[in-house]
């Protein structure tokens, strides 16, 4: 199975900061790399799919980067409504597998 | 408006069975992929399982944990979709989500809200 590691595990920041999660994954997932939000009690929402394609509707300050193993999440300037936990999922080899999620705490 | 809803969850006991339904609408769910994830309590997202389209003929792929006891099934005429959980273990219990699955891209771009599926004696 690809396994998948984010870091880190939980982050702090406040409205306006920058912030990166980073998603490594145990092979190479030829960019085949998702990232979804999900807020406590609902289901997750599709941030970035293909690795760095921003979903539609999806605010411009997500955006997604990386290839081979090494991903990352960026958003450019936090908003009230981004703190949520973040999770990676490739979906280039069965069994699709998640990383383990980055809880995005307000500081 | 595209929507899929899940149903079907409740209390069961180990070793018991359940049908969770995942019905469809503002599309046609054949022309799709469709997964099952599930997400334990405080815990992460977890795959359960895939039902390819109707153009490759609905084949199904499911995570070791769950293989030989769930069963995805598909019917048409109602756009929905099943996930049949026999043999049910405590660590089955979970939030059950379905979701769609675009084809080409291969990504789960819409999900339900899910149904709890809780196994205890």
């Known amino acids: 199975d690809v396994q998948m590691t984010q870091s880190p595990s939980t982050l702090s920041a406040s409205v306006g900061d920058r912030v990166t999660i980073t998603c490594r994954a145990s092979?190479?997932?030829?960019?085949?790399l998702a990232w979804c939000q999900q807020k406590p009690g609902k289901a997750p929402k599709v941030l970035i799919y293909?690795?760095?394609n921003l979903e539609s509707g999806v605010p411009s300050r997500f955006s997604g980067s990386g290839s081979g193993t090494e991903f990352t999440l960026t958003i450019s300037s936090l908003q009230p409504d981004d703190f949520a936990t973040y999770y990676c999922?490739?979906?280039?080899?069965?069994?699709?597998?998640f990383g383990q999620g980055t809880r995005l705490d307000i500081k | 408006e595209v929507q899929l809803v899940e149903s079907g969850g409740g209390l069961v006991h180990p070793g018991g069975s359940l049908r969770l339904s995942c019905a469809a609408s503002?599309?046609?769910?054949?022309?799709?992929?469709v997964d099952w994830v599930r997400q334990a309590a405080g815990k992460g997202l977890e795959w359960v399982g895939r039902?390819?389209?109707?153009?490759?003929?609905?084949?199904?792929e499911y995570a070791a944990s769950v293989k030989g006891r769930f069963t995805i099934s598909r019917d048409d005429s109602k756009n929905s979709l099943y996930l049949q959980m026999n043999s049910l273990k405590t660590e089955d219990t979970a939030v059950y989500y379905c979701?769609?699955?675009?084809?080409?891209?291969?990504?789960?771009?819409?999900w339900g809200k899910g149904t709890t599926v809780i196994v205890s004696s």
């Open positions: 979701s769609r699955v675009l084809v080409g891209p291969y990504y789960m771009d819409v």
């Open positions: 503002g599309f046609t769910l054949s022309d799709h992929y």
């Open positions: 039902s390819r389209n109707k153009a490759n003929s609905y084949t199904t």
């Open positions: 092979q190479i997932i030829n960019n085949n």
């Open positions: 293909k690795a760095s």
């Open positions: 999922q490739q979906y280039n080899a069965y069994p699709v597998t």
